[in-house]
């Protein structure tokens, strides 16, 4: 497989939530393989309301991660 | 994309949990692009138990990251 | 909007337990700012068992960041 | 309201779980108020597996809380 | 009660993942006393796909607890 | 039982990453030990929606441990 993740650092707390988007969405990707799959279920979830609010719970999981790794970005002085 | 998240840090501990709503909806909103869909499914877990009651993890969970982000916003002596 | 949060701190755990109580509610509120449906929503997820559990999952969240914020009110000597 | 929570340090773990257990019925106590129904809703998710699920899960949330709190009765030398 | 949780420190990584499943089944256990109703429950929850996920997630967040409590076994120099 | 998670540390977050999947899917293997039932509900869950962002929650959770464990595969200097 190749690299997709090769380091949880980030410049700023924006790219690090993007990077906790990503790593939501690699763990479907790799528990369902089948693009076409993923991409009909994909309709599904985006148009429930539970379903955009669970997606909303891992990615602020995710973000904690990311967020703890950078320090939370803090400028100390 | 524009910059609606330059920092994690906040004032006080309720600007810090405004922050966390909108860390919540951010996630709806990138993975939901369409406004009209969002703005209808608003109007269901708005109105539903235990969809809002989802909606408050996430926050809860958001903002356990940016109160740790401020130190708790602790003032120590 | 006025001061509802104006400090993590609390004297006691009790105080710190109830603080977290009132982060949980908080979240519902400013997603629903109709204090009527919330009322009536209310008395649903309140009379139904997986509601309640929902709702002690999110409080022992809070109550999470409220305890780290007081240092879990240990008195160390 | 009398004291309920008066720290969350124990004396073991084991102690330390059944406040954990404890911690978690306070919530549904705190916001079902009526005993009758609380009794009656148990009878709900004590038997039904995903309702015992959500519950276990609860209780695991507020033991990292209480075991974090006593540093996770480590006896270092 | 016997004592059935005496410690949280274990030898290995692997002791430790055990441990966190014992935690997620005592919450059960200490919720729904009856061994009957719970035996037959199990039956429904382990042949149920979201109700293994769900109990994966509760072993997830002992796991955490445990991990944290024996530093993640992590053996420095 | 054999040694299947001698320790949480990893070489790099993707790795890291790959154990999180693992012991989200140990959880499962070891609540429900018929291989035959596994794989059919394994079907089930990877072709649903809120199915998938349920493992990808619970993914998250374990790769937060293993994070911590690996203190974020910081390179300080």
Known sequence: METWLPTLMTQ?????YELAIKLSRMAVKLTQLDD????KLRSTYAENADGL???????ARNFQ???AANRYWRTET
Chains 1, 2, 3, 4, 5, 6 share one sequence.
């Open 12 to 16: 700023t707390p924006q790219a690090g």
């Open 36 to 39: 076409e799959v993923r991409k």
């Open 53 to 59: 609010t669970l997606v909303a719970g891992v990615v």
């Open 65 to 67: 991660t990311v967020a």
